[in-house]
Structures are given as structure tokens and as C-alpha cells.
């Protein structure tokens, strides 16, 4: 658990006040596990339900996850005949499946309402698809981005550009204060939810001016989903 090597951290460093401290947090969150988790009468760690109040009866693998992550006080530990009965439903799985023990035993099977499914899948990956190429293509679009011959650049962009209007450029790192002459449009890596194009703000630091993986993830949206996107509205000065 993340206190208990807070703690072992905190020993190695002489903070001999942040040792007890911690170590009473690792105390209350194994009571904490046990009280909510831990069911006597199935011996397993089950999911709880913070709407209902109760823990789930579906019972999971992650169930093991405790034993995994050692977060368990030792008096549980060291009680075998529980261990043994916890681990006896893994026995069982592992003598009724061949292949390898399922992850719970819900069945999930095709149904009618399969093509519905995909269907709602589908269009939601196009509106969230949609949502980001507007605004990356509008802030690139708004910070001098063009195309020879068939997008111009935006009027304007040259003297003040319109997202430099609202935003501190030399926070956002653009080059020469951002919405000169010379930009060719720069695309960022957290946008504004309310007015297209717009960096985001706020954070742990300040908006950046494009990541790798932000271009990257606007070549997969084009590479699988180009051929059902659709132009945003900023652009509007198409020869």
C-alpha cells in the first residue's frame, strides 16, 4: 500500500513524525478493506456498491487483488484455514475451464441487440471523434493555418490572429508571441469546452503547444474515421 511505503520512505529519511503517521493511515485502510470488502460468509473480497450500500454478489478475479497488492492485516494472513478456502474457489475454476479461469461466470452472448449496439458504439466514436478534429483543426486554423490553394489563411491572423486576443501568448511558449506573419497555425494539447479552437486552461501547468501524441491521435481520427467526419464550421474561407 502507498502508506506503508510512505512510511518505510519516511524511516530511510528521518522524518520520524511522517513514520507513525502513515503507518496509522496503513492501519485505518486495512480496517477500511476488511469492513467493506472482505464477505465471511463467501471468505472472499467482494465489489461494494456505494449506491445500493452493499457489496456486489458477482463474484470476480479482481477478488484476488488484495492478496496481490499485500494489503491485508496479518492476524487475516496467517488464519490458513480462511487462505485455503478463498483459494479453493480458484481450484474449482481451474478444474472446470480447460483454457484458463474466466474472469467472472456471467456468460455473455450474442443477442439482437447486437447491431443496435454497434450502432450506438459507432456514432458515439464519430461525435467524440468529431468534437476533437473541430477543435484542434479550428485552433490550428485560428493561429495562421492554411493550405496552398485550397484553405486560405484566415484574415487578420497576420496583425493579431483571434485566439492571441483572449490568451497570454507567451504563456502558451508560440513563437515570437504567437500570431505573427509567419505563423502556420499551431495546434494544442487541451482545449477550451466552451468556444471551439480555444486552448483549455488551468492544470497543473500551463497549455501546451501541440504533443507528439496530439498529432498522433489526429492522424489515427483521419486514417479510421475520415471518410463519415465533417468539415468544421471555423473554416469558412475555402477557395
Not at 11 to 38: C, H, P, S, V, Y
Not at 55 to 79: C, I, M, Q
Not at 137 to 165: M, Q, R
Amino acid at each position: 500500500m502507498n502508506e506503508i511505503t510512505l512510511s518505510e520512505f519516511s524511516e530511510k529519511i528521518g522524518e520520524e513524525k511522517m513514520i507513525g503517521t502513515f503507518k496509522n493511515a496503513a492501519k485505518k485502510r486495512l480496517e477500511g478493506i476488511m469492513d467493506l470488502f472482505w464477505d465471511d460468509e463467501l471468505e472472499s473480497f467482494m465489489d461494494y456498491n456505494i449506491s445500493s450500500e452493499s457489496r456486489s454478489e458477482v463474484f470476480s478475479l479482481a477478488s484476488y487483488f488484495p492478496f496481490w497488492a499485500e494489503s491485508l492485516p496479518k492476524d487475516f494472513t496467517t488464519n490458513f484455514t480462511t487462505i485455503l478456502d478463498t483459494y479453493s474457489y480458484i481450484t474449482g475454476l481451474l478444474s472446470e475451464f480447460p483454457g484458463s479461469p474466466p474472469t467472472t461466470h456471467i456468460l455473455i452472448q450474442k443477442d439482437d441487440d447486437e447491431s443496435e449496439n454497434k450502432e450506438f458504439i459507432m456514432n458515439l466514436i464519430k461525435d467524440l471523434s468529431q468534437r476533437y478534429v473541430d477543435s484542434v483543426l479550428c485552433a490550428w486554423y485560428s493561429t495562421g493555418g492554411s493550405i496552398p490553394g485550397f484553405l486560405n489563411k484566415l484574415s487578420g491572423v497576420g496583425d493579431t490572429g483571434h485566439i492571441f486576443e483572449k490568451y497570454d501568448t507567451q504563456e502558451l511558449g508560440l513563437p515570437g508571441g504567437g500570431g505573427g506573419v509567419g505563423d502556420t497555425g499551431h495546434i494544442f494539447e487541451k482545449y477550451d469546452t466552451q468556444e471551439l479552437g480555444l486552448p483549455g486552461g488551468g492544470g497543473e501547468y500551463d497549455v501546451q503547444v501541440g504533443f507528439g501524441w496530439t498529432n498522433g491521435i489526429l492522424l489515427w481520427i483521419f486514417s479510421n474515421f475520415g471518410d463519415i467526419l465533417e468539415e468544421p464550421e471555423c473554416l469558412s474561407d475555402l477557395t
